[in-house]
């Protein structure tokens, strides 16, 4: 080959541009501090060990969880995944990735009270107690069905950054939250002057899991996510950024110190991992 054949060829190989990450859109949650950088931060990890080529990115604007379902459902493309908690329909209609993002955790919810009700729960020791009490909740959450399927009192609203103004104004009297979010949350509520708490007294147990879900139609991604999943649970990355993240807030919340109100969760599918301990958190199991 000519030297100037060769130069010709070097050319045309530096004009030819790179192949483009795969763009993926995720559900913005909510505009402020993201509630979910975690889940982010697992999701990079996950994709890097992969295989593949991916850039992450949330959508414009916050979309509802009923919104992102509807979208992946459609594989319209506005968003290519969502995590959010399993029921029996999501598993019907989207492809879930069955690694509980959370260990579980999701299901172990702390109250959100106002900062003058502080002691309220203390008299709590049976889910008979929790029933003349009002629970706010997002009309689209899971969680709605189970609270009322155990004969709890239920307030909703369409918007979750509502729902703390409407708890500070006395709209109802707990708002049950995530205990890996409850404080980051309610120091949020603070910045935005509103006077909240978090109870130390009882916590609701029910079983379920957070997963990551994408559309049927988008397997290869699932695949993807699952296979980064794996690795970072085979090489302990997994469990450091769980702790890195959520390690200070579980010493904080002294679960086994509280009394255990446990709910029933007749939207669980049969298909929950339970029998892979590693995932799951357990109380009194050291974490």
């Given amino acids: 080959m000519s030297v100037t054949r060769l130069l010709s060829l070097l050319a045309l190989l530096c004009l030819v541009s790179p192949v483009e990450a795969e763009p993926l859109t995720y559900p913005l949650h909510s505009n402020g501090p993201d509630p979910e950088a975690y889940v982010v931060e697992l999701l990079h990890q996950a994709l890097a060990r992969s295989g593949g080529d991916y850039q992450l990115q949330p959508s414009p604007r916050p979309m509802t969880q009923s919104r992102a379902e509807q979208s992946l459902e459609q594989n319209d493309g506005r968003v290519q995944l969502m995590w959010t908690m399993t029921t029996k329909a999501r598993e019907e209609t989207l492809l879930p990735v069955r690694i509980p993002i959370y260990r579980g955790l999701i299901g172990w919810r702390v109250a959100l009270v106002r900062q003058e009700d502080s002691h309220w729960l203390k008299r709590v020791q049976t889910l008979d107690d929790l029933k003349p009490l009002r629970i706010g909740q997002r009309a689209d959450w899971p969680d709605t069905r189970i609270l009322r399927s155990n004969g709890l009192q239920v307030i909703t609203s369409q918007s ?10 006395g709209r109802f009297d707990l708002f049950p939250r995530e205990v890996v979010v409850a404080w980051s949350e309610q120091a949020q509520a603070a910045s935005e002057g509103l006077q909240l708490a978090v109870d130390d007294h009882i916590v609701i147990h029910y079983p379920t899991a957070f997963y990551f879900f994408t559309s049927r139609a988008q397997a290869n991604l699932a695949n993807a996510i ?11 990355s997994f469990e450091r950024l769980f702790q890195q993240h959520h390690g200070a807030t579980l010493e904080r919340a002294r679960l086994d110190q509280r009394q255990v109100i446990e709910l029933e969760n007749s939207d669980l599918p049969a298909r929950t991992p ?3 301990e590693a995932l799951w958190f357990r109380l009194g199991a050291p974490q």
């Fill in 226 to 236: 699952e296979r980064g999943l794996e690795a970072m649970l085979a090489d302990g």
């Fill in 160 to 169: 979750y950054d509502s729902l703390f103004r409407m708890l500070d104004a």
């Fill in 274 to 276: 339970f029998q892979r």
